[in-house]
């Protein structure tokens, strides 16, 4: 039973951020966040997402540093893992010409 956080290695907005997940449950890890007072936008599907500047902060409090793949490789065994819904093709449009989908930045790609 733990809380990981990976690297502040994903930037977005100007800013490096971390996934802070439970290898147990979505209630250990709202409770977690809880402890750190993070907003409900800061959860997305199967984990928070926490800026730099608050990730010794995330640690100090029992999260262990892990990598990236071994977050997303928790979430799998513990059977927490939520992927994006996959978005309908519009109608007409082949699919060679819809634009590629955004990276999971969890799966590191």
Known sequence: MAILIDAPVWPFRDRLW?????????????????????????????????PAERHAEALALGARQVSGREVLAALRRAGLRR???????????????????????????
């Open 18 to 50: 971390s996934h802070l997940v439970s290898d147990v449950s979505y209630a250990e890890l709202h409770a977690f966040a809880g402890r750190l007072a993070l907003p409900e936008r800061a959860f997305h599907r199967d984990h928070y997402d926490l």
């Open 83 to 109: 992927t994006a819904p996959r978005r309908p093709r519009p109608a007409g449009q082949p699919p060679e010409q819809l634009a590629s989908p955004s990276p999971d930045p969890i799966a590191g790609g």
